[in-house]
């Protein structure tokens, strides 16, 4: 596995939300059912063939806004107020809605043009770079400020909608996005959402591991077997059964010029004293 380092643009993204209260259609019938009549509780919910609760919900939104009153006069009703009237005569309410705006970190690689989250990669600055980095040409010099694709990395709430207003952009920084390669494909440094095209080219830019940057060979002493490197282990190579292991180990420390290293997830405490009659009768 190695490390290589892929030029992107960093930038601030601004974008505008809005969130807060919006009516719904029962709402809505409700408060155009109280402008033409006074109503109780009860005879709403009929209407509407809605359990109460539900109805008291709606009717506590309208109360807030001062759309509906309830009264007391010859039994408790409810009834919409000056204000109610006009709204109920409209062909939607309005919104009751807040706007604020929000920054977010982003990068665009330099090999594709693709945005993506700052904080899904692992941004290294020219100052940090290690002694001898693999930095992969860069082929864009320039971010589209229109892709559509950049709305898609926004955060928003689950009460919150996304306005229409255009993004504004801060100053970008030049870092890189340090990735790891193994055996032609990421294996991380990316997040999973990453488009293909952006992997593909990675891979495709970094060329293959030199011998340099392979992974050292691992000598593994096996019974019939010559020296062998992890990528080269095949169902032949596999232990299978106990007299299997017992064999080999016993090999093992037969062999073994100074120490052993032995590592399981499965040793008991049976296995470790039939380990140590091996080392002893070896």
């Not at 008291?56 to 007391?72: C, G, K, Q």
């Amino acid at each position: 596995m190695k490390a290589v380092y892929v030029p992107v643009y960093r930038v601030a993204v601004s974008y505008t939300v809005s969130f807060g209260r919006r009516w719904s259609v029962l709402e809505h019938l409700l408060l155009i059912e109280l402008a033409n009549s006074k109503r109780s509780l009860i005879e709403l919910a009929e209407a509407a063939n809605l359990p109460e609760r539900l109805v008291v919900e709606a009717l506590i939104n309208l109360m807030r806004a001062n759309w509906i009153e309830v009264r007391s006069t010859g039994g408790v009703h409810f009834q919409a107020t000056k204000i109610g009237h006009r709204r109920a005569a409209q062909d939607s309410l309005p919104p009751q809605v807040q706007t604020t705006v929000r920054w977010i970190s982003l990068c665009v690689d330099r090999l594709t043009g693709n945005w993506l989250r700052a904080e899904d990669l692992d941004l290294v600055y020219d100052r940090d770079l290690p002694e001898g980095a693999e930095i992969l040409e860069r082929k864009v010099y320039t971010y589209d400020q229109t892709d559509g694709s950049l709305r898609d990395l926004f955060k928003l709430a689950l009460d919150e909608t996304l306005e229409p207003v255009e993004p504004q952009f801060r100053n970008a920084s030049r870092p890189y996005a340090r990735v790891f390669i193994a055996f032609d494909r990421i294996e991380k440094g990316l997040p999973a959402s990453a488009p293909m095209g952006l992997q593909n080219a990675i891979v495709e830019v970094a060329g293959p591991l030199s011998v340099e940057t392979q992974e050292p060979a691992i000598e593994v002493a096996q019974s019939g077997h010559e020296f062998v490197t992890f990528d080269q282990i095949s169902s032949d190579d596999l232990i299978v059964g106990g007299d299997s292991h017992q064999r080999i180990l016993a090999q093992a420390f037969e062999s073994a010029k100074s120490r052993i290293i032995l590592h399981s997830c499965f040793l008991d405490a049976d296995a470790t004293e039939n380990i140590a009659a091996l080392r002893q009768c070896s």
